[in-house]
Every structure is written in C-alpha cells, then in structure tokens.
C-alpha cells in the first residue's frame, strides 16, 4: 500500500460517489472499461473487495465504506488546496518593483496607479526615483518607465503619457532684477537652477526652434535632483529653472513664475514603461501595464 497509486484511489472514490461504473468514467474522462480494470487492480493490491456489482447499480462493502469515509475528505481537502494555488494563475498578487524619475512617478504614473491599488491591495508596487539608467534585470526590477527615446531596442515598451516639454521659468521678482532672456545663449549671463544629471555631471539645458538642438551649459548656485526643490527655489527668486511644463502650471497660472524663452522649448516624447521581452508577466504585472497604457484623446470636428 505504501506505493499505491493516487489515481487509484481516485477512481474509487468517484465510482463510490455516484455509484456508477458509467457516470464516474464520464466524470473521470476515461472509457468505463478502463475504470473497471483500475477498481480491480486496486481491489487485487489491497485484498479487499470493495465495491458489490450488479446488473443495475453498485454498491460499496464494509471495506468500501470505511475506505471512502477515510480518502473522500482527504481528497476534497487536497481538491481545494490545488483550487485555491490555482488561483493565484489569476489573482493580480505579488511586488511589482519599477525605476522612474520623480516627474515620471508624478504625472504618468501615481494618477493611474491609485484607483489600482485600491481595487487590488494584493497587489505592492516599489517605486525607485532616479534620473539614472538601471540595468532592470541585474538590479532587480521588474520594468522601468522613460522617455521613448531612452529605452533600449531589445525592449518590450508600452506608451503610457503624451508628449511634454520642458519650460525655463523664473519669478517675477528675479526677472525685475535681471533682463529677460530672448535667446538661449542669453542664459550664461544668468544666475540659473541647475539640474544633477544620471552621470553625476550636470544636465545641459536642450533647445530647440527652426533647426538644430541647442545645448546651454549653465551655471548657478544651486543643484538639485528633485523636481519640487527646483520649482521652490524658482518661486523664492533663486534663478531660472528648467523644468516639465506639466509641473509648474499651477505657478505660472498664480502668476509666482514665468515662462521666458517659450518659443524655444522642445517637445520630448512621452513616457514609456518598458521590460525585458522574456520576461514571464504575472497577472499583476499586467494590470499595472494596462493600468499605465496611454489612449490618445481624440477630439470630434465638426
């Protein structure tokens, strides 16, 4: 017995369920000649009869009856327990871990990330704030989200924002101290907030107008890698910042900064996340992907 073969016992329990040769072999997907052949092999190898055949029913001995009343519940226990792992195939569960800049995190993603969450609290996501390139796969995360012009070709990459821009902008009070700006070389000249790039360098402001990039290497007093310290210091009169459009608007519209050079800020694509193509996706990396998918407005004419 100590080798007995499961789908033995198996097949003794739901012949001794429905007390049908026929029903059960259906039940099981098998031909009844083979079910028989099984409750007799099992029959031979412990030396019990277990179950009474006649022409027109089946019934169960002693022997039968006192094994079904042991295995059944056994079964039905083992049959839940394989439901329940089962699933988790499709229950969004799990760390879902993602590297992003701040600007990303702010307006692409916690938007959409939020309702999410609530409606899966299975479901836990790491975020990873930073302007540098990871390698995703040797530090571990599960996707990173950048600009389309960023993410590698080898790469799975999902659209999950419009395009933006970045904006120079400066408080009133400092441009009442200082000229305005008409061109982006004008900047040198300029007490400016500067940006700490991925490299450990700092980034070089990129513009753009009827031709080709412009890149202006400016200098300032202060530094930051945080989006929110940079539009701060902006408002408090510290210089000229360079920063997303989308995150300085209720600014600018309070009138506590405003936009200079605005004809000469470039449109960047938007953002993406993105993934290693052989990564196997768990039903809860889908519904963060789903979740962060851009659907493009369309506006009727007419």
């Not at 079910?35 to 019934?59: A, C, D, F, P, Y």
């Not at 982006?184 to 990039?213: M, S, T």
Request: charged content about 25%; overall charge positive; glycine content about 6%.
């Amino acid at each position: 017995m100590a080798n007995r073969d499961f789908n033995d016992l198996l097949a003794f329990v739901a012949v001794a369920r429905e007390r049908s040769f026929t029903k059960a072999a259906a039940k099981l997907g098998i031909v009844q000649s083979t079910l028989s052949h099984t409750i007799k092999r099992l029959e031979s190898q412990m030396g019990l009869r277990l179950l009474t055949r006649t022409t027109r029913s089946v019934g169960l001995t002693e022997a039968g009856e006192r094994l079904l009343q042991s295995v059944a519940p056994r079964m039905e226990e083992i049959e839940r327990d394989i439901a329940a792992l089962m699933s988790l195939r499709d229950t969004p569960s799990g760390t879902i871990r993602l590297t992003l800049s701040d600007h990303a995190l702010e307006k692409a993603v916690w938007p959409k990330l939020t309702p999410v969450l609530q409606k899966y609290p299975d479901i836990k996501v790491e975020f990873s704030l930073d302007t540098a390139f990871r390698n995703i796969v040797e530090d571990g995360f599960d996707a990173g989200v950048r600009l389309g012009e960023s993410v590698e070709k080898d790469m799975i990459a999902v659209r999950i924002g419009p395009d933006w821009r970045l904006v120079a902008v400066a408080a009133p009070a400092y441009l009442k101290e200082h000229p305005k700006p008409k061109h982006p070389q004008d900047l040198v000249d300029h007490v400016c907030i500067k940006r700490r790039a991925a490299a450990g360098g700092h980034y070089v402001w990129e513009f753009a107008k009827n031709g080709p990039d412009l890149r202006v290497r400016v200098e300032g007093q202060l530094t930051f890698n945080d989006s929110r310290a940079m539009i701060d210091a902006a408002v408090k009169g510290f210089g000229i910042a360079y920063l997303p459009e989308d995150m300085v608007t209720q600014q600018i519209r309070s009138g506590q900064l405003v936009i200079v050079l605005d004809d000469w800020s470039p449109k960047f694509d938007g953002y993406y996340i993105y993934y290693p193509t052989s990564r196997q996706n768990s039903a809860a990396f889908k519904v963060i992907v789903d979740a962060l998918r851009h659907h493009e407005v369309r506006t009727k004419r007419g």
